[in-house]
């Protein structure tokens, strides 16, 4: 069965550094979506993205992130300026076509911010 | 904007027993309520979900409800198994043009107990 993979599993970075985390959602899925969960909390909505644009961005998705399809199979997460706040889980999920609700997560990638 | 709740927060159970986790919601817009199950380190995995349009559904031991003038919905797991045993959230969303914006309840961690 088709997965949502993302890279990498666990990101270490200093404070005020650029992260690029990424996601291959699951071929035939046409909505895509990142969410965030710090530790020992719910999991948060940060943006979604369809067409090759944002959908509906939340209040946490300000403008150190912006997100990116660069090919056919890719979608990223840009952190421009880490700071100390953003150590979370990051999901990616998606989403299938037509009446497909359903959303997929990947593994997520751990980011820790020193 | 959307505001999931979710009760209890643990909860404790004998396996064979059941378990019944319940959430509400403030939209009355939203019209789509997936369950996910988080095991430790692991992405949410998609259990069962419901439409608005229904008000019950069941897969095997999983079954969820639906009252809409109420706006709650709740989560049933008959026969529990230790491998049950894991964090629960709920979700909400209004499906708009296609895409879906899951807001999370705060999640329910259950411990089933051989």
């Known amino acids: 069965e088709p997965e949502v993979t993302q890279t990498p599993s666990h990101q270490v970075t200093q404070m005020g550094q650029e992260v690029i985390l990424r996601c291959v959602p699951i071929s035939n899925h046409l909505y895509f979506y990142w969410y965030r969960q710090i530790l020992g909390q719910k999991v948060e909505f940060l943006v979604s993205f369809y067409n090759n644009e944002i959908s509906e961005k939340s209040e946490i998705f300000d403008d150190q992130f912006s997100v990116e399809r660069p090919d056919g199979s890719n979608f990223t997460l840009k952190i421009r300026s880490t700071k100390l706040e953003d150590s979370a889980m990051y999901f990616c999920a998606s989403s299938g076509p037509g009446t497909r609700y359903e959303q997929y997560f990947g593994p997520g990638t751990r980011l820790t911010v020193t | 904007g959307e505001n999931v709740e979710q009760h209890p927060s643990t909860l404790s159970v004998q396996e064979g027993d059941s378990a019944v986790i319940k959430c509400t919601y403030s939209?009355?817009?939203?019209?789509?309520f997936p369950w996910y199950k988080q095991e430790l380190g692991k992405r949410p995995q998609l259990i069962i979900d419901?439409?608005?349009?229904?008000g019950e559904k069941k897969d095997q031991r999983i079954a969820v409800t639906l009252n809409k003038t109420a706006k709650h919905f709740s989560l049933h797991i008959t026969e529990t198994q230790p491998e049950d045993s894991a964090v629960y959230f709920c979700?909400?969303?209004?499906?708009?043009?296609?895409?879906?914006?899951?807001?999370f309840g705060a999640g329910t961690r259950l411990a089933v107990h051989p």
């Open positions: 979700a909400a969303s209004e499906r708009a043009g296609g895409y879906n914006k899951l807001i």
């Open positions: 419901i439409r608005s349009n229904v």
């Open positions: 939209d009355s817009a939203s019209n789509y």
